[in-house]
């Protein structure tokens, strides 16, 4: 059975940092490119950042160019997102997602994922 649980979400002010993390079991994680989404009320999920399986091919939408910085221990299972000089529109639930069919390469694409975690929130106060 796959689970992929994330943690370190929370509520912090603008310019301040959080990161998140996220462990997933029950599938071939060294071998799986792994990505963080996230989800704001009222609008559709949208790709932040993805790695590759090695860990050394990275991918981020504009907006988090610079700011967030994804990593990952594939001897721990875990995947990592830090994310610095946040703003009160990075506000969401952020969600941890694991590749279809093992496939290696990162996508910022929700369909390209077919393993979620529930999701962790963080607000951005100004």
């Known amino acids: 059975q796959v689970q992929v649980v994330e943690s370190g979400g929370g509520l912090v002010q603008a310019g301040g940092s959080l990161r998140l993390s996220c462990t997933a079991s029950?599938?071939?994680?060294?071998?799986?490119?792994m990505g963080w989404f996230r989800q704001a009320p009222g609008k559709e999920r949208e790709g932040v950042s993805s790695?590759?399986?090695?860990?050394?091919?990275?991918y981020y939408t504009d907006s988090m160019k610079g700011r967030f910085t994804i990593s990952r221990d594939n001897a721990k299972n875990t995947l990592y997102l830090q994310m610095n000089s946040l703003k009160p529109e990075d506000t969401a639930m952020y969600y941890c997602?694991?590749?279809?069919?093992?496939?290696?390469?990162?996508?910022?694409?929700?369909?390209?994922?077919?393993?979620w975690g529930q999701g962790t929130q963080v607000t951005v106060s100004s």
């Open positions: 997602a694991a590749r279809k069919y093992g496939f290696c390469s990162g996508s910022l694409l929700v369909a390209d994922f077919g393993y």
């Open positions: 029950g599938l071939p994680f060294s071998s799986c490119g």
């Open positions: 790695i590759n399986c090695h860990g050394s091919s990275t």
